[in-house]
């Protein structure tokens, strides 16, 4: 809670928005409702000033996760994508699906296996005739190579355990 209570941009950040470093020396943020547009973008927050001087990391993203060894940063924008703590190496490792006439497609919630080699990710279809939206898991490479459903329309957000 000290972050959000000290949130340095001064906006309320959502609990499922933002991560903390694994050793705990960090969170990452979107901050997204700033009034200030120079405050709109991901940020970085760290313990050892007590999360006072934010900072900035890109322009945008959400649903954030660090790698188990704090070196880069997954998220979800237009895709899911990754980015090196420093805000180094953007990369995009999946695409959002092409939409169709009769659906719309985006993949979200990212999220990393415990040793980093593999991602798992929600993938998202609203079938537009049909009123109907489905909820898949699947699991890809760090690099988001062999994409394999793990998952049909659970509705869940993916979790590794």
Same mark, same amino acid.
């Given at each position: 809670?000290?972050?959000?209570? *000290?949130?340095?941009?001064?906006?309320?950040?959502?609990?499922? @928005?933002?991560?903390?470093?694994?050793?705990?020396?960090a !969170? =990452?943020?979107p901050?997204?409702?700033?009034?200030?547009?120079?405050?709109?973008?991901?940020?970085?927050?760290?313990?050892?000033?007590?999360?006072?001087?934010?900072?900035?990391?890109?322009?945008?993203? %959400?649903?954030? *996760?660090?790698? %188990?060894?704090?070196?880069?940063?997954?998220?979800?924008? +237009?895709?899911i *994508?990754?980015i090196?703590?420093?805000?180094? /190496?953007?990369?995009l490792? $999946?695409?959002?699906?092409?939409?169709? @006439? #009769?659906?719309?497609? @985006? =993949? /979200?919630?990212?999220?990393?296996?415990?040793?980093?080699?593999?991602?798992?990710? #929600?993938?998202?279809? !609203? /079938?537009?005739r049909?009123?109907?939206?489905?909820?898949? =898991?699947? #699991? %890809?490479?760090?690099?988001?190579?062999? %994409?394999?459903? $793990?998952?049909? +329309?659970?509705?869940?957000?993916? *979790?590794? #355990?």
């Amino acid at each position: 809670l000290l972050p959000l209570q *000290r949130n340095p941009t001064g906006v309320r950040v959502l609990a499922q @928005s933002y991560d903390w470093k694994p050793v705990g020396t960090a !969170i =990452v943020y979107p901050n997204a409702h700033a009034s200030n547009p120079q405050d709109v973008g991901v940020w970085i927050a760290w313990a050892s000033d007590g999360f006072t001087t934010p900072t900035y990391l890109m322009a945008n993203g %959400a649903q954030l *996760r660090w790698s %188990a060894d704090g070196g880069r940063i997954l998220y979800a924008y +237009d895709g899911i *994508r990754s980015i090196g703590a420093d805000g180094s /190496n953007p990369t995009l490792l $999946i695409a959002d699906p092409a939409d169709t @006439s #009769r659906e719309t497609r @985006s =993949v /979200n919630w990212p999220t990393w296996a415990p040793d980093g080699t593999h991602v798992a990710y #929600r993938y998202k279809t !609203i /079938n537009v005739r049909k009123s109907k939206i489905t909820y898949d =898991v699947f #699991r %890809a490479t760090d690099t988001g190579a062999d %994409a394999t459903e $793990i998952s049909s +329309d659970s509705g869940t957000l993916p *979790r590794w #355990r």
